[in-house]
């Protein structure tokens, strides 16, 4: 797992929301995305399934994110988190994304299980 750029990290950590541009064959869009940044150094997104960014992030796993108001950029890829690989982030997530409807983590893996909800992990580009 690649880690992305504790300068970026450290510039995001102040906003509650990041840029995400994604992509497929045909479009490209950017949209603002709550995260939560974990250890090492990676940043979660979480999304509902159905989205067109889940749609893009399903059909191409480049991503870019943008600190808001100009910050900077990097750029990685976006592999799918299943839900049982989520165990030791789980209590960070539901702290944070509580209000979306995974208010416990058995409620955060039933959702990514029954693909309610998408949790996809941004890593740095080699």
Do not use: C, N
């Amino acid at each position: 797992m690649q880690q992305l750029p504790e300068e970026f990290l450290q510039a995001l950590a102040a906003f509650d929301e990041v840029l995400v541009t994604s992509r497929d064959a045909q479009t490209r869009g950017t949209v603002p995305v709550w995260f939560v940044i974990a250890p090492p150094g990676v940043v979660y997104l979480f999304s509902f399934g159905f989205s067109e960014k889940a749609r893009r992030w399903r059909s191409d796993p480049w991503i870019r994110l943008s600190v808001p108001d100009g910050g900077p950029s990097v750029e990685g890829v976006a592999p799918f988190v299943g839900s049982d690989e989520i165990d030791e982030i789980a209590p960070l997530i539901v702290e944070r994304w509580s209000m979306q409807g995974a208010t416990t983590p058995e409620g955060l893996k039933r959702t990514l299980r029954d693909g309610v909800h998408v949790l996809v992990r941004v890593e740095g580009s080699p």
